[in-house]
């Protein structure tokens, strides 16, 4: 599978075609596809979704995606990395905030994947927010990289409030509390003290020695498992698209060091670290029922 590098912080593009001549392919940056015009399909990750003016996807880093049209598209594409945000500028965006948001869309995008914006609203927003992005990056003068990050970040929450409704919905339709619990469990996923079960259970007024069977009737897998799968998915992400040492990596998802994160990946994974990013392909963030080959 060819991997499609840059090495820039952000870059944006506008293509109009009658026929897809690319092969599937991955990437080693974060995409924002919108469709200014046009009809077809695309393949994100094996799974067939269908396309139409005004659809936005957004492809992670290693996601596999090609497209066939059906009708000529204009597509716009937004790539962009963390690079982006390490850049100095006059509003010094937080680089810890940055991380915290894209990880959490990461770990739950596969939750909302396909045309990612379903309420109209926040897809007029994104949109404005795109159109805004191309004409500062054609102007490119000393304000456009801050403009153009705080642009990024606007995206960013548009599509978090979204895939945080997602994760809500998840939860069994008669029990809202349980869908508000997720979405803080996911909001304080590296804040070990604010998961703890007696925080959890007087936050949300459970009985604390109720509260694990609760959560597992709710979700059919214990809290613990629940947390962990959560931060790992954060952990493929920064081992196979970051050169972030494994020691950063763990005291960013909150592990006790590099020895602890070590330890227990392999037992999870039934494979080192070392090993998983040699074979350099997500697990837990893969979307189901892949097929091995993009259909189209």
Request: aromatic share 14%; glycine share 4%.
């Amino acid at each position: 599978m060819h991997t499609e590098y840059s090495n820039m912080a952000f870059e944006v593009s506008i293509e109009t075609v009658n026929k897809w001549e690319k092969k599937p392919h991955k990437h080693s940056f974060f995409e924002l596809v919108y469709i200014k015009e046009g009809k077809g399909k695309q393949c994100i990750n094996y799974n067939i979704f269908d396309y139409e003016k005004n659809n936005i996807f957004l492809l992670p880093p290693l996601d596999c995606h090609s497209f066939k049209v059906e009708e000529p598209t204009t597509f716009v594409f937004l790539k962009f990395s963390e690079k982006l945000f390490e850049q100095n500028n006059a509003y010094e965006i937080n680089t810890q905030n940055w991380f915290e948001k894209i990880a959490y869309i990461l770990r739950n995008y596969n939750k909302a994947t396909g045309n990612i914006i379903k309420n109209q609203e926040d897809n007029s927003k994104i949109v404005q927010l795109i159109d805004l992005i191309i004409a500062e990056n054609l102007k490119r003068d000393q304000y456009s990289t801050a403009i153009i990050q705080s642009m990024v970040v606007g995206i960013l929450n548009l599509l978090t409030r979204h895939i945080e409704q997602e994760v809500y919905n998840i939860a069994k339709p008669n029990d809202s509390k349980f869908g508000a619990l997720l979405k803080y469990i996911q909001k304080h996923l590296f804040d070990n003290e604010k998961l703890k079960i007696p925080v959890l259970a007087e936050r949300f007024n459970i009985s604390p020695t109720y509260f694990s069977e609760y959560f597992k009737q709710n979700y059919g897998a214990t809290l613990q498992k629940y947390i962990l799968e959560s931060r790992f998915k954060v952990v493929e992400t920064r081992l196979l698209y970051s050169d972030h040492t494994i020691k950063e990596i763990a005291f960013e998802v909150g592990f006790t060091d590099s020895s602890h994160l070590s330890n227990i990946f392999k037992r999870h994974y039934k494979m080192s670290i070392g090993e998983f990013r040699k074979k350099g392909e997500y697990q837990l963030l893969k979307t189901s029922n892949t097929t091995g080959k993009c259909a189209i």
